[in-house]
């Protein structure tokens, strides 16, 4: 029997204005019909007061991340040293502790709205690079953990074969190797969907999977018609030695090998050249913009303007979970832009929420979420309009003050497939998340 209910809306955001008085009918965990104008809950109806969005799609996440909060803010240094003590925490997981982990982070991602995560995972063996009993364990655990949190995923499973150009995995990342691209998509090929889980892949950087093994990795995500990521020229190091060992850039190299396209989004795309833009933009690929990472890691400001005049749409992520609120991602890649360019108004507020939410789900192949319309999944992110943060302005600039005021401490309700995973702000299947947080993190220092 299908179960029905209808939610109503106080004021909802339907792309791109927002209005007062929403009934939206779900059925099967899909929108059947929605209504405007309609002043007053319908008998029976689940009331959202606030600013109701599309739920939010977190389109970068390496969950094991979550556990170098504050402890990577001690001291100077740069990515790379940063890299070294991720790599300590990297060592410790298990199947077992990965899970835990991850559910924790998961539902820390639904109390933040967030109603879909792009896993972008490469911790697939043991430490010494011995394969589990099942080979995909590892993979199994963040689905599982997903599943459980209450909202869903797309494993883009990585392939990562080599520490440099011409290098084998190091110790630290031999866990992370299935030896070659071709072993990689053997592994991947195992991995089953299910209703709230989706399988991707992803390319880890040029520098760790060789030229030859590229298209391998690309072909195996075109024959399903999967979504392909790939972190991009996110450091001048990697693009330096990409120019040393190949003469041309790492988009370059991408193209050269049948990576770009529509289905294929590179993470960050920060330190890019003129014909890097125009490869990525005139390909379709995507960018996925991490602000709150770039900036936690001293990156830098990507050109993600550029980017998107080019034809490259725009997702957000908080990739190490420096902070988990795609809210702050939006605003961060606006502010960060007003800084660069001393200049205000890159983007709208409903531009900034189209990427948080429609384009972030198609980025990770769910082109049937992120918007509240008929027949789409039932994902609802509801924002409150009387905290201290979002108290006062009119609530037709509800976008306004979601994207430029509100955090993630102003989500009142998540609804995923029309399940209401976070209500009055408490997660309705993680009873105490920042106990299993600090659980989940001490049993990896330990």
């Known amino acids: 029997m299908t179960t029905r209910t209808t939610y109503w809306l106080e004021y909802a955001w339907l792309d791109p204005h927002v209005q007062a008085g929403v009934a939206v009918e779900v059925a099967g965990g899909r929108i059947t019909a929605v209504r405007t104008e309609v002043p007053a809950p319908p008998p029976g109806a689940e009331v959202l007061r606030g600013l109701t969005l599309p739920g939010l799609a ?13 402890t990577v803010q001690v001291g100077s240094g740069t990515f790379w040293t940063w890299r070294d003590v991720m790599y300590g925490f990297a ?28 896993e972008f995972h490469y911790v697939h063996h043991a430490p010494d690079g011995t394969p589990y009993a099942d080979p995909n364990a590892m993979g199994e655990a963040l689905i599982a953990a997903a599943a459980d949190a209450g909202i869903r995923i797309t494993l883009l499973d990585t392939a990562y074969l080599s520490a440099g150009f011409g290098e084998p ?35 880890h950087s040029v520098r760790a999977v060789p030229a030859g093994q590229l298209a391998t990795v690309a072909q195996w995500a ?20 990409c120019r040393a060992a190949h003469g041309c850039t790492p988009a370059r190299l991408l193209a050269d090998h049948g990576v770009l396209g529509p289905r ?16 990525i933009g005139g390909s379709g690929t995507g960018t996925c913009m991490c602000p709150t990472t770039e900036r936690d890691l001293a990156d830098g400001i990507g050109p993600a303007v550029a980017l998107q005049k080019q034809g490259s749409p725009l997702s957000l992520g908080s990739d190490s979970h420096a902070v988990i609120d795609l809210l702050e991602e939006a605003r961060a890649m ?63 600039l509800g976008a306004e003050t979601a994207v430029f005021a ?26 105490d998340v920042p106990q299993a947080l600090a659980r989940a993190v001490e049993a990896l220092r330990a």
């Open 264 to 279: 294929t989004t590179g993470v960050h795309n920060t330190h890019l050249t003129d014909e890097d833009i125009a490869l």
């Open 222 to 241: 075109d024959e399903r018609r999967a979504p392909l990521h790939v972190h991009l020229s996110e450091q001048t190091a990697e693009n330096d030695a």
């Open 58 to 70: 977190n389109a970068h996440s390496h969950a094991f991340h979550r556990a170098l909060r504050g």
């Open 406 to 431: 509100a955090t993630a401490a102003d989500v009142r309700h998540t609804v995923v497939g029309g399940r209401h995973v976070v209500r009055d702000g408490a997660h309705t299947l993680v009873p």
């Open 169 to 203: 995995p190091n110790a630290h990342q031999r866990r992370f190797s299935d030896g070659s691209a071709e072993a990689w998509a053997e592994r991947c090929a195992v991995l089953k969907e299910r209703d709230h889980a989706r399988i991707g892949a992803a390319i």
């Open 91 to 118: 060592d410790q997981l298990t199947p077992e502790t990965y899970h835990a982990l991850a559910r924790a982070v998961y539902a820390e991602m639904a109390l933040a709205g967030v109603a879909c995560v792009g």
């Open 334 to 396: 606006e502010l960060d832009e007003r800084l660069r360019t001393r200049t205000r108004g890159h983007w709208t507020a409903a531009a900034l929420l189209r990427a948080a939410s429609a384009d972030g789900h198609s980025a990770l192949g769910w082109d049937d979420a992120g918007t509240i319309g008929t027949g789409m999944l039932a994902d609802l992110t509801t924002i409150a309009l009387d905290s201290v943060r979002t108290a006062g302005p009119l609530p037709r």
